[in-house]
């Protein structure tokens, strides 16, 4: 979903919380300043991506289906070498990652580990808070020593590799690692 598409959702929800009712299509255009044509072109990549369902023919016949909604951003995350685990609260508007009744955060990613996998410098990966993973799963890594990283885990011979996604890089091996949470999505400002 780009920015331009979740200022539409975001408007389309406040304004039916507001009103009771969906805007016309005039006053999403006026609220956009954009003409009537590119305002349906929007509600049309919209509904195509399942985040409202139009009621064509009817006037204000726009059902949003998928909530915007804040996620917290903690800090960053090395996607290199470890790095301190640094606090640095901060909010991301988020759409269709997360699931009711388990609990999220972001961290913006430092490092180039992760490219093969799509994760770059300066994206914000979308974490499940979970103190476990399974073998392959991207985790947030707390290591013996404070620091934290990216990686993907795995379980090998009696200790934990934290395999980087990038064939440049040397996984990293230690005994033991806390998970912080699980990668279940990652989101890029263009």
Do not use: W
């Not at 430092?110 to 073998?135: F, K, L, N, T, Y």
Request: with cysteine; glycine share 8%.
């Amino acid at each position: 979903m780009t920015p331009r598409q979740l200022e539409v959702l975001t408007f389309l929800e406040d304004y039916s919380t507001r009103h009771g009712v969906a805007p016309t299509l005039k006053e999403l255009a006026d609220h956009l300043h954009v003409s009537r044509v590119t305002a349906l072109q929007h509600l049309r990549r919209l509904e195509k991506g399942k985040h409202i369902r139009r009621e064509h023919y009817r006037r204000r016949g726009i059902a949003v289906l998928s909530r915007a909604r804040k996620l917290p951003v903690i800090g960053r995350i090395a996607a290199g070498r470890p790095i301190e685990a640094i606090a640095q609260p901060d909010d991301l508007d988020l759409l269709g990652v997360t699931r009711q009744g388990r609990e999220y955060f972001a961290l913006e990613v430092r490092g180039d580990s992760m490219i093969e996998d799509q994760i770059r410098d300066g994206d914000h990966v979308i974490c499940e808070r979970r103190p476990s993973a399974r073998d392959g799963e991207t985790v947030v890594a707390l290591l013996p020593d404070g620091t934290a990283t990216l990686k993907r885990l795995y379980r090998d011979k009696g200790r934990i590799r934290l395999q980087p996604a990038n064939a440049a890089m040397a996984p990293i091996y230690v005994d033991a690692v806390e998970v912080q949470g699980v990668v279940v999505g990652v989101y890029r400002k263009l």
